[in-house]
């Protein structure tokens, strides 16, 4: 059962010392807003109550108890550069789960997976825990979706990496998940499980003091974050949204095309 390339940033002078380079929070190049953050089809408009949003509201209620090292938001655009890489480097991990190579994993793939992971699940669960990830309903989850998948079952499971997962190379990416749990913590002030539009806006007001587009950067991020169109985002949402962030769904786009 669930217990559970390169970054670009677009620069801006600043005025109070000439040629002095500083960067703008998620002016990120690249971004493609078609409808919110994602381009091509349309991204199906999920339940706002599904029995599985509950469990991650839930458990990142309970993980906000613990509090957040994160300070601002820039903190962790810097490390945008090191969260890619990180994620990139679950390529292998995906290969070997997409047991017959056609660049998506089904739900079958996924029980086997879950399986050599040592989750117990249902078949129930592992469904709506795939058609949650698999958001344009494709039937096969794909690269970005797949990185989505591994950080819910790492807010969803226990922490501790068994030994199973150490041997899938899932435990060197307990850092990058830790800091993704911890940066929704940070945006969702209320600590209720959610990020709405004024707690993406004060997270950047507190990241660019006194800039003057800092309630439109916010609200265009929320923007794109906020897949459903329902006000509020969940952390699963977040997660989509970081992928697009650091170019990741940019590179599945590029491959489709070729």
């Known amino acids: 059962m669930f217990a559970f390339s390169t970054i670009l940033f677009s620069?801006?002078?600043n005025v109070s010392s000439p040629g002095t380079e500083v960067l703008l929070p998620f002016e990120i190049v690249k971004i493609v807003e078609m409808g919110g953050v994602i381009g091509g089809d349309s991204p199906r408009h999920s339940s706002p109550a599904t029995k599985l949003e509950r469990k991650m509201v839930e458990a990142m209620q309970q993980r906000?108890?613990?509090g957040?090292?994160?300070?601002s938001f820039n903190s962790v655009i810097m490390k945008f550069p090191k969260i890619d890489e990180s994620l990139r480097n679950c390529r292998s991990i995906f290969q070997q789960?997409?047991?017959?190579?056609n660049g998506e994993i089904d739900q079958q793939e996924l029980k086997h997976c879950f399986q050599k992971l040592g989750i117990e699940s249902t078949d129930d669960e592992i469904k709506d825990l795939f058609q949650a990830c698999d958001i344009y309903e494709h039937m096969g989850m794909k690269f970005n979706e797949f990185i989505v998948f591994l950080c819910l079952v790492y807010l969803l499971n226990d922490p501790a990496v068994s030994e199973a997962r150490k041997k899938m190379g899932l435990g060197s990416l307990e850092p990058t998940f830790e800091t993704l749990v911890?940066?929704?913590v940070f945006l969702d002030k209320n600590k209720d499980g959610y990020v709405s539009k004024n707690e993406m806006i004060q997270s950047i007001n507190e990241t660019t003091a006194g800039e003057r587009s800092s309630g439109r950067i916010g609200v265009k991020r929320f923007e794109e974050m906020d897949w459903d169109k329902n006000g509020t985002v969940t952390f699963k949402e977040f997660l989509f949204a970081f992928t697009r962030w650091v170019g990741?769904?940019?590179?599945d786009d590029d491959d489709d095309e070729e």
């Open 11 to 13: 620069t801006i002078v």
């Open 68 to 71: 957040t090292s994160v300070k």
């Open 248 to 251: 990741i769904d940019n590179e």
């Open 182 to 184: 911890e940066s929704f």
């Open 97 to 101: 789960f997409d047991e017959d190579s």
């Open 64 to 66: 906000a108890l613990k």
